[in-house]
């Protein structure tokens, strides 16, 4: 059974860094073919995607934010951790990680809602 | 920047037939864009329901099938139930990134 969970504050002042976990079970991050996405989704808006590491620790990130974004994997804890810098209000947003495999991205985790305000 | 574009909003009645349309600022979708389809009800994760153009998870209902209209990639809902009203999102995948888009909010009524 794979489940997903994400982990992180759930304030973050304006320009400060934000710092997410996503813990996950019932896969190897070592699989090929087997990577761990963040999507992320304002309040009462669209899903947009964020990020992907795979297990050979190959990296693809939105070019909209890639500059701000840094995903890494700690692959002996099953984790995933998304780093996002310089944030603004607008980073405000529901974060999900997902399990992809197969070109799907068919498992995620609830969701992990993170203001920011100062 | 890319921009992936679906119908905002659209009703259908019970027991009806909707297509829902995907489509790229880039050009025509083809399957090299590697369309997934998720439904998303409120306070909820999104779920998949199809994935590379067509494709269904076991837990995808059969009235949901996935496929390419007119350069565009589409989600067809046949026999619609009143536990579809959701918003559907599509994804498509561009060198390596991938790209959602902005959502049908599909009412049934």
């Known amino acids: 059974q794979i489940t997903l969970k994400e982990s992180g504050p759930t304030v973050v002042k304006p320009t400060q860094t934000l710092t997410l976990t996503c813990t996950f079970s019932g896969f190897s991050l070592s699989s090929s073919g087997v990577a761990v996405g963040w999507i992320r989704q304002p309040p009462g808006k669209a899903l947009e995607w964020l990020a992907l590491?795979?297990?050979?620790?190959?990296?693809r990130y939105s070019p909209s934010l890639g500059s701000r974004l840094i995903v890494t994997k700690d692959t002996s804890k099953n984790q995933v951790v998304l780093t996002v810098t310089n944030v603004d209000p607008v980073d405000t947003a529901t974060y999900f990680c997902a399990h992809r495999e197969y070109y799907s991205f068919d498992y995620w985790g609830q969701g992990a809602l993170v203001t920011v305000s100062s | 920047q890319t921009v992936v574009t679906q119908e905002a909003s659209l009703t259908v009645s019970p027991g009806g037939t909707v297509t829902l349309t995907c489509a790229s600022s880039?050009?025509?979708?083809?399957?090299?864009?590697?369309p997934n389809w998720f439904q998303q009800k409120p306070g909820q994760a999104p779920r998949t329901l199809i994935y590379t153009t067509s494709n269904k998870h076991s837990w995808t209902p059969a009235r949901f099938s996935g496929s390419l209209l007119g350069g565009k990639a589409a989600l067809t809902v046949s026999g619609v139930q009143p536990d579809d009203e959701a918003d559907y999102y599509c994804?498509?995948?561009?060198?390596?990134?991938?790209?959602f888009g902005g959502g049908t909010k599909l009412t049934v009524l």
């Open positions: 880039t050009g025509p979708v083809t399957s090299g864009y590697l």
């Open positions: 590491i795979y297990g050979n620790d190959d990296k």
């Open positions: 994804l498509l995948h561009y060198a390596g990134a991938w790209v």
